[in-house]
């Protein structure tokens, strides 16, 4: 992966713990899914047995309140939106019975009017520093 490239993961830092590994679950298959030259090749054991190839490079999960977390991907959104890719995964999708009834809710949703349970950034390593630098790790 490029040197000068980053990814983090913001998630809402006041949710239940199940619902934190679900958020950042979530946010890494749309990513391997996005920028597939994340996930590195596939890895052989010394017994021969085949892995299959996960993310090469760091992914840190930081902590945030959900009004930082809505503030960060505004800002990415509109200063960023063509450097930086941003995958956010709100409480209406959380929330959804399905994807249809997903993508139904989200047509009627103003953008202002969703809240964010975790957002996943990637591009310019000084960009997402200046977004999320001062964020501490998610513990």
């Keep these: 992966m490029d040197s000068s490239k980053k990814c983090v993961a913001v998630i809402d830092q006041d949710l239940p713990i199940g619902i934190i590994a679900n958020t950042a679950a979530i946010l890494g298959c749309t990513l391997g899914k996005q920028i597939q030259e994340i996930v590195g090749e596939d890895v052989v054991d ?3 047995r085949q892995h299959l190839g996960i993310i090469n490079t760091p992914l840190p999960i930081l902590a945030a309140s959900k009004d ?3 503030e960060i991907y505004q800002t990415a959104n509109e200063e960023y939106e063509e450097s930086m890719m941003l995958v ?6 959380q929330r959804s019975k399905s994807y249809e ?4 809710k989200m047509a009627g949703t103003l953008a202002d009017n969703l809240n964010y349970l975790g957002i996943c950034l990637y ?5 997402i520093n200046h977004l999320t630098g001062s964020l501490p790790t998610l513990k």
């Design 68 to 70: 930082q977390i809505k």
């Design 123 to 127: 591009g310019d390593k000084k960009e």
């Design 88 to 93: 956010g995964f709100s409480d209406l999708a």
């Design 46 to 48: 010394q017994d021969k």
């Design 101 to 104: 009834d997903y993508t139904k």
